[in-house]
């Protein structure tokens, strides 16, 4: 059983993640959105700190907060979106009921769904994943199923960014003849 | 080790991000709305990693480089419609609208 002072802090920053998201998308200007979000996204790097998964959660502020981010930003800017016009891009009052309704009931059945039992042949032992951790460290306890079971997976991945790269720029690009 | 709290907190954030998608219409922030339900599910794959080993972190590390992938394109797309239209207002880019 975690002690007090875990849950506290786990709570803590679940809020914070809540509270965060839900002003995220109720902001109107997209610069306020995209700092909240990276509020969101930091609390979220804190739970996987105390989840033990620290080097996803320093991936976490690394690639989400920092780059993902910032290339949201840099459009936002070099669209020159900062600043909204007197007409909010939110629904009208039936769309967001019917949205918020929606939303609900899918909450709903996540719920459900999540009481559901879990496979236990598949469970492994508290004290096995704190093994694997000390034995392995942060990092390789991840980099070990990654590069021996999950190995054409990553280079699939790596195609994958090339692809997104090359895709990027060619839709970037201003046509010569326009 | 709070599972199932850190279940539950996924499945509310997931909720809050189909919400901003069907709410809002600046196609930037329905983008950052994905964000955030992906980010959700990465919270639910390491709350399931600290139950069944630590695949599920490097499921983690996947999704986020789809959607850093993702990010670079659907932006490129954004501002390539941007060009066009003048606008990111979605209910402004109805071409295939009946």
Known sequence: ?178 | MMVAEALALSAVLFCIGVVGVLTRRNAIIIFMCVELMLNAVNLSFVAFSRMYGATGQVFVVFVMTVAAAEAAVGLAIIISIFRHRQTVDLSNINLLKG
Do not use: C
Request: glycine share 6%; aromatic share 10%; no cysteine.
């Open chain 1, 1 to 178: 059983m975690p002690n007090f002072f875990y849950q506290v802090n786990f709570y803590l920053f679940g809020l914070i993640a809540i509270a965060s998201a839900l002003t995220f998308v109720t902001r109107k200007s997209p610069v306020a959105a995209a700092l909240w979000l990276v509020s969101t996204m930091f609390s979220l790097a804190a739970i996987y700190i105390m989840m033990d998964a620290h080097f996803v959660g320093a991936i976490q502020v690394l690639v989400y907060a920092g780059a993902i981010m910032v290339v949201f930003l840099f459009v936002v800017m070099l669209l020159n979106l900062g600043h909204p016009d007197e007409r909010s891009d939110v629904r009208g009052k039936w769309g967001r009921i019917a949205a918020g309704l929606l939303g609900l009931a899918l909450l709903a059945q996540i719920m459900t769904m999540a009481r559901s039992q879990f496979p236990p042949s598949l469970l492994q032992s508290e004290t096995a994943a704190v093994d694997n951790l000390r034995d392995l460290n942060a990092i390789g306890s991840v980099a070990k199923p990654l590069f021996t079971e999950h190995i054409l997976a990553f280079e699939l991945t790596s195609i994958l960014l090339l692809v997104a790269i090359v895709g990027a720029v060619v839709l970037g690009k201003r046509r010569a003849h326009a």
